[in-house]
């Protein structure tokens, strides 16, 4: 009796794991995107996100869903990535969203606004802030929904041929720089220029620009502007903590199976985290081997911040008198700032600036 029960029950099991299989596979559909990058392959980190994100999607699905991340130029130039979401040209795009202000200024909450938010306070804002639902409702516009997947942390100010030293030095300056600064910096004389990470160096090279900004320490000695400019800015004022994006078409999104979508957000996430984490550590090794090759380190004159600081706001509030898409997100981001701007000032900005001043502590031996 014994015997015939099990024989009875294993023949149950092996029926059931028969049906079982195909309902798994079509729970799991083979799924395969393409995802244009804004960035060359050489810039490991910031391009190596959206591969990051790939590798974990492909992970958790058993390689199911399956994301190829394309570099800058294989499909489209690094500065048309959202149209060739919206387009549907291709399923993604990993970019970063100030790109494309010159088509409305308010993607550059997505990314980061000239003295706005640091890398914690724009996740925090995207988060739990009301962020993510006020990009999310503009991209909709576009066909497009959007996912924080990678952030560099404060950027440097940038390279410059020459010194400067006073307001005065700006004006005329051929400037590559990226975002809404372009605009603030246009109040100052600057004349900014937009150009993509790989066509940098050959316009500095050329005199084309005198002067560019990127991404930080490490990007930028793999993109050797230290060999064409030796004066290096810093804070970049303009990029305080920068999201990058994962830009997606929507259309493609609503077909994803819900656990794809938990999956896809997931990854997106932790790529935010990784990149943050790598930059922080090859920046500092970065910056040691660029000062010692004879680099000269620079803060922007103090007067010189002041006069920029006074003139992002003052393209905030043009901005929002005539655009109601651009201030119905600068009022909220605006207040949120203000309120984090007071409890990072209490506990955050006490503790960084004692122990970065701080004399080293005596130890014994």
């Not at 049906?19 to 490991?44: G, H, M, T, V, Y």
């Not at 994301?67 to 130039?77: L, N």
């Not at 932790?270 to 090759?293: E, F, H, I, P, S």
């Not at 309120?339 to 006490?350: G, H, P, Q, S």
Request: overall charge neutral; glycine content about 10%.
């Amino acid at each position: 009796m014994k015997r015939r029960a099990f024989l009875t029950t294993a023949g149950v099991g092996v029926a059931a794991s028969t049906l079982a299989a195909p309902a798994i596979a079509q729970s799991n559909p083979e799924i395969k995107w393409r995802c244009a990058s804004s960035f060359p392959k050489s810039l490991d980190t910031i391009y190596g996100g959206a591969e990051f994100v790939g590798k974990r999607v492909a992970e958790m699905t058993d390689g199911k869903f399956q994301i190829r991340t394309f570099a800058a130029g294989e499909i489209v130039p690094g500065l048309q990535v959202l149209d060739a979401v919206k387009d549907g040209t291709v399923e993604c795009g990993h970019t970063v969203s100030y790109y494309y202000v010159g088509k409305d200024p308010t993607f550059a909450f997505d990314s980061a606004m000239p003295f706005g938010l640091n890398a914690r306070q724009q996740n925090a804002w995207m988060t739990h802030g009301g962020g993510m639902d006020l990009m999310r409702e503009f991209y909709k516009g576009y066909n497009i929904i959007q996912f924080g997947a990678g952030n560099t942390g404060t950027q440097m100010g940038g390279w410059f041929r020459k010194e400067l030293k006073t307001i005065e030095d700006l004006k005329g300056l051929k400037f590559r720089i990226g975002g809404y600064a372009g605009t603030i910096l246009t109040k100052l004389g600057v004349v900014p220029q937009q150009i993509a990470g790989g066509d940098i160096y050959p316009a500095l090279e050329k005199g084309t620009i005198d002067a560019a900004e990127f991404v930080g320490p490490y990007d930028d000695e793999k993109l050797g502007f230290n060999k064409v400019a030796k004066y290096y800015y810093y804070p970049g004022w303009w990029e305080g903590g920068p999201q990058v994006s994962m830009l997606v078409s929507l259309p493609q999104w609503e077909q994803l199976p819900k656990h794809y979508k938990a999956v896809f957000e997931a990854a997106c996430s932790d790529a935010t985290l990784d990149m943050l984490g790598k930059y922080d550590v090859q920046n500092m090794r970065a910056l040691k081997r660029l000062v010692g090759a004879g680099t000269i380190l620079k803060p922007f004159p103090r007067e010189m911040l002041q006069a920029c600081y006074q003139a992002s706001f003052e393209v905030y509030e043009e901005e929002a008198a005539r655009n109601e898409k651009f201030k119905k997100v600068y009022e909220q981001w605006r207040k949120f700032r203000d309120e984090e701007y007071l409890w990072f000032r209490v506990a955050e900005n006490t503790f960084d600036n004692f122990v970065f001043g701080a004399p080293p502590p005596k130890t014994k031996g």
